[in-house]
């Protein structure tokens, strides 16, 4: 009986698995810095970077990095006066998010380019390149690095970003090194699950670590990267045996992960309570 | 003779003919407590701001131990009335106190005995009590070497038996030489013991007074 699973499709499982751990990494830290919207924003302001690169001829890789930081710099640009806390800033927000989204739509049209919308915006493992996976591992790597080298800066950030002020703890650089990774694993992640799809993989892993009480940054972050990990190859796998898309099965694939959790959520209150 | 420990001139703050403050001086000596009182909108959180470098003032200077604050401000603590903290965050007594020191946990659990919570060490941020809070802020506070406290109504919503239990540890600590400022507005616990008392009225001081 042949194997369901060969050489041909290794790269797909490898690049499912780097996603899968490189996304709740990341994402745990930005759901403890709530920054979920704003990383919601730049998947999607990914799009008329990539599409103007392309037809410029230069790399998408820079292009949606480029447009990705500069949707947020333009969001909080016009959200800087709204009054805080008002919930004006989201919605401003969540405006520049639909604009760039229409405006790499209209470009596509516009110049008449060979772009496929659907692989950038649901990915698509089968047409990935080592190139990608490459990407994928430097992303992963920097990551790591981010949570090692900066982990107790980290916390500060998420925790009392006043209180490191005071401090005189310059949380600045961070701030901007924490928007380019943000941006660079968005876009790395292209290639496995889409954009519309990427924050399914950022949050849901988090949100099942988080969703245990603990107490402990380190084993958080462990636990959302091998609860990724397994959504992820799981998911990849299953889409292979059953010709599905690998990156609307992995999003899906979060839902039931969420339902299993608020029932943990709600164990955990009650505990908490007594 | 040496400066007192922290040291205001001339600060002045605002705009226009009627400035919030106009034209602080202050003294905080090592080991003193002090109580700042004053209506609402007096300028008593600005103040302390102002005290840590947290705001630049409009005029004016703020020294420690005669040197600028810039470059020392984490010995200078200020807790403000609703610390802008994410209680919900994934950490226990002791990591957030330890944070302080640089994630020093040996430091933070000294500072954890000080205040008295080491028996709390291991609880979720998540589940500490009002009173709780203020003493693990404090205890971060000294875990960062604070010479210089500065507590923005800390005894506002506490019940009783916390407002002795806080008024008692601001007391062992003026013992061991922290400066404590704090801004009240109802009655002082007596655990606080004696105080010296300033009222900030239309942007000065008023004369200090005693009570025991």
């Known amino acids: ?159 009392d970003p006043e209180g490191a002020e005071a401090r005189e703890s310059s949380l600045g650089p961070l701030r901007r090194l924490l928007a380019a990774l943000t941006a660079l694993v968005v876009v790395s992640a292209t290639a496995a699950v889409g954009l519309a799809l990427v924050m399914a993989l950022i949050c849901a892993p988090s949100l099942a670590a988080l969703a245990r009480g603990d107490t402990s940054l380190r084993r958080i972050l462990r636990r959302a990267a091998l609860v990724g990990l397994v959504v992820s190859t799981g998911s990849c796998g299953l889409a292979l045996l059953l010709n599905l898309p690998p990156g609307p099965l992995m999003a899906c694939a979060c839902l039931p992960l969420l339902m299993v959790q608020a029932r943990e959520v709600a164990v955990t209150a009650s505990e908490d309570s007594l | 003779m040496d400066p007192p420990l922290l040291q205001a001139r001339g600060l002045f703050f605002g705009h226009g003919p009627r400035p919030l403050l106009g034209g602080i001086d202050l003294d905080l000596p090592a080991g003193s407590r002090t109580v700042l009182l004053g209506d609402n909108g007096a300028g008593k959180s600005t103040l302390l701001r102002l005290l840590q470098g947290a705001l630049p003032p409009h005029g004016g200077w703020v020294k420690l131990e005669g040197r600028p604050l810039r470059g020392q401000r984490r010995r200078v603590a200020l807790l403000p ?58 205890a971060r506070a000294l875990a960062q070497n604070a010479d210089v406290l500065l507590l923005d109504e800390p005894l506002a919503a506490l019940d009783a038996p916390s407002r002795h239990r806080l008024g008692a540890l601001l007391r062992l600590l003026s013992a061991r030489g922290t400066a404590i400022l704090l801004t009240l507005h109802g009655e002082r616990p007596e655990s606080l013991g004696p105080v010296r008392q300033l009222v900030l009225r239309q942007g000065r001081l008023r004369p200090e007074s005693f009570f025991c």
Not at chain 1, 133 to 152: G, K, P, Y
Not at chain 2, 97 to 122: M, N, P, S
């Open chain 1, 1 to 159: 009986m042949a194997m369901p699973l060969g050489p041909f499709w290794l790269l797909p499982l490898l690049l499912s698995a780097v996603c899968g751990l490189t996304c709740p990494l990341l994402g745990t830290v930005l759901v403890l810095r709530r920054r979920v919207q704003t990383t919601n924003l730049m998947a999607y302001a990914v799009l008329p970077g990539v599409v103007i690169s392309q037809a410029l001829d230069l790399s998408p890789l820079l292009g949606g990095l480029l447009s990705a930081l500069g949707s947020v710099l333009l969001a909080e640009s016009l959200s800087a006066t709204r009054p805080e806390g008002s919930g004006q800033a989201e919605a401003v927000l969540n405006t520049v998010l639909a604009a760039s989204l229409g405006l790499g739509v209209l470009l596509v049209q516009a110049l008449a380019l060979p772009v496929d919308l659907d692989s950038l915006l649901f990915g698509d493992l089968l047409v990935a390149g080592p190139a990608d996976l490459l990407l994928l591992l430097l992303a992963l790597a920097l990551v790591v690095a981010l949570l090692c080298w900066q982990l107790t800066q980290l916390e500060w950030l998420a925790l």
């Open chain 2, 81 to 138: 009335q609703s610390a802008p903290l994410a209680w919900h965050y994934p950490i226990d007594l002791l990591g957030l106190v330890a944070l302080g020191a640089d994630g020093d946990r040996q430091c933070g659990l000294a500072a954890l005995r000080q205040v008295g919570l080491e028996a709390l060490a291991r609880r979720a941020i998540g589940q500490l009590s009002g009173g709780q809070r203020q003493g693990a802020l404090i």
